[in-house]
Nanobody, 125 residues
């Protein structure tokens, strides 16, 4: 089993920056695809970004491309989400996810096997 714990969420103003962390325990996730999803009130959970095992493959939703950056430190069993130039529409609970297999489809929640409990990010205008 893998446990994922997100941290780093908070309240910030539009245009600001924030870095989220996702610490994994129970098993090394160096061979897992890792991702961030988010869920705003009244909306479905949506894909934000993902990173492959080797960090050479990264994927982003169009809404965050150029503003958010995903990275991983396999030595620390941790994944990060650097959020820059945030907007009020980025307000959501952000979830970390891990996939044992690197399936062709990576933007759906069903492609991931483990989830964290989420961390709230609120962006004020």
């Amino acid at each position: 089993q893998v446990q994922l714990v997100e941290s780093g969420g908070g309240l910030l103003q539009a245009g600001g920056s924030l870095r989220l962390s996702c610490a994994a325990s129970g098993r090394t996730v160096s061979n897992y695809r890792m991702a961030w999803f988010r869920q705003a009130p009244g909306k479905e959970r949506e894909f934000v970004t993902a990173i492959g095992r080797s960090s050479t493959s990264t994927y982003y939703a169009d809404s965050v491309k150029g503003r958010f950056t995903i990275s991983r430190n396999n030595a620390k069993n941790t994944v990060y989400l650097q959020m820059n130039s945030v907007k009020p529409e980025d307000t959501a609970v952000y979830y970390c996810a891990a996939a044992i297999l690197e399936r062709a489809v990576y933007t759906v929640t069903g492609a991931y096997d483990y989830w964290g409990q989420g961390t709230q990010v609120t962006v004020s205008s």
